[in-house]
């Protein structure tokens, strides 16, 4: 069994607070790693297989939904971990025994680049298993353009990722039976709630989806709305002042692929306008 299983057993977050280390008495490098490292890589293996989401949406918030899961625990199909040495013990043996596919939500950031790239071998490899994976991050995790470097790699090594604005809690759903979830948003750390009910379940696919709909897609494809080189463009025409069309004129593309890549890179930076964008892109170190 590669390292890279191993990793959640290193440690949890021990503030809660978006960017803190991951991990307790561990060195700089195996803080960063920790649960992170283990959601980061081994949840994006496979080939995507979202179809069996097609048409599904909640009506509920991820907060409202979580609420409702929480009142049921103690409940058959509802358990509450406190622990981090259950919790740790729980994830391990669902994600040994995964047969089709992995979900997961990330939130907070920024993350480390060599923490992700540390098991590259290990999960190109995995890639290649039959495992579908699906991964939404918070824009604050790849905000930078080393981070958005390796996803946009990966993605082109057969991973499947999105990026959202906003992902409020740390989520990951085993095979569309059962859910591991945080009681509390923008932490990695305890307590989550297991859910295995079938009715929760489907709720939490169904919000899963929601998300997943409206998220930016990372990769080099025409339909791909960010990547370490089509970010670097609409960075410039931004700074140049050209209108959407001229721009889309330039890049041989429609004008809608425009709209779209340039609202994804408002998003990807946390800007409420295209000043604001430049702004940002140079406090992120994109210009």
């Given at each position: 069994m590669p390292d890279v299983w191993r990793l959640p057993c290193r440690g949890w977050s021990t503030s809660g607070t978006p960017g803190a280390?991951?991990?307790?008495?561990?060195?700089?490098?195996?803080?960063?790693?920790?649960?992170?490292?283990?959601?980061?890589?081994?949840?994006?293996?496979?080939k995507l297989m979202v179809e069996?989401?097609?048409?599904?949406?909640?009506?509920?918030?991820?907060?409202?939904?979580?609420?409702?899961a929480e009142r049921r625990s103690g409940d058959v199909g509802v358990e509450r971990i406190e622990d981090p040495t259950s919790l740790r013990q729980q994830i391990h043996g669902a994600v040994s025994s995964v047969r089709r596919e992995l979900c997961s939500t990330l939130p907070a950031g920024p993350y480390r680049p060599s923490v992700l790239r540390s098991s590259w071998e290990d999960d190109v490899g995995l890639l290649r298993s039959g495992i579908a994976g699906m991964v939404i991050y918070q824009a604050d995790a790849v905000r930078t353009p080393e981070?958005?470097?390796?996803?946009?790699?990966?993605?082109?090594?057969?991973?499947?990722?999105?990026v959202a604005r906003r992902v409020t809690h740390r989520m990951m759903i085993v095979d569309r039976r059962l859910v591991?979830?945080?009681?509390?948003?923008?932490?990695?750390?305890?307590?989550?709630?297991?859910?295995?009910?079938?009715?929760?379940?489907?709720?939490?696919?169904?919000?899963?989806?929601?998300?997943?709909?409206?998220?930016?897609?990372?990769?080099i494809g025409p339909e791909d709305s960010l990547a370490d080189e089509s970010v670097r463009e609409i960075l410039q025409i931004l700074s140049s002042g050209v209108t959407d069309d001229a721009a889309a004129r330039e890049l041989g593309v429609s004008d809608r692929t425009i709209r779209r890549r340039v609202a994804a890179v408002l998003d990807l930076l946390g800007a409420s306008s295209r000043f604001e964008a430049g702004v940002k892109a140079t406090q992120a170190g994109w210009l």
């Amino acid at each position: 069994m590669p390292d890279v299983w191993r990793l959640p057993c290193r440690g949890w977050s021990t503030s809660g607070t978006p960017g803190a280390p991951v991990g307790g008495d561990y060195g700089p490098e195996q803080q960063q790693g920790g649960l992170l490292g283990f959601l980061l890589s081994v949840l994006l293996w496979g080939k995507l297989m979202v179809e069996g989401f097609a048409g599904e949406t909640s009506g509920e918030s991820g907060r409202e939904l979580i609420d409702r899961a929480e009142r049921r625990s103690g409940d058959v199909g509802v358990e509450r971990i406190e622990d981090p040495t259950s919790l740790r013990q729980q994830i391990h043996g669902a994600v040994s025994s995964v047969r089709r596919e992995l979900c997961s939500t990330l939130p907070a950031g920024p993350y480390r680049p060599s923490v992700l790239r540390s098991s590259w071998e290990d999960d190109v490899g995995l890639l290649r298993s039959g495992i579908a994976g699906m991964v939404i991050y918070q824009a604050d995790a790849v905000r930078t353009p080393e981070i958005l470097r390796y996803l946009t790699e990966f993605s082109t090594a057969g991973a499947h990722i999105r990026v959202a604005r906003r992902v409020t809690h740390r989520m990951m759903i085993v095979d569309r039976r059962l859910v591991f979830v945080a009681v509390d948003p923008d932490t990695l750390k305890p307590p989550y709630l297991l859910i295995r009910e079938p009715a929760l379940v489907r709720s939490f696919c169904s919000q899963f989806a929601s998300t997943w709909k409206v998220a930016h897609t990372v990769g080099i494809g025409p339909e791909d709305s960010l990547a370490d080189e089509s970010v670097r463009e609409i960075l410039q025409i931004l700074s140049s002042g050209v209108t959407d069309d001229a721009a889309a004129r330039e890049l041989g593309v429609s004008d809608r692929t425009i709209r779209r890549r340039v609202a994804a890179v408002l998003d990807l930076l946390g800007a409420s306008s295209r000043f604001e964008a430049g702004v940002k892109a140079t406090q992120a170190g994109w210009l």
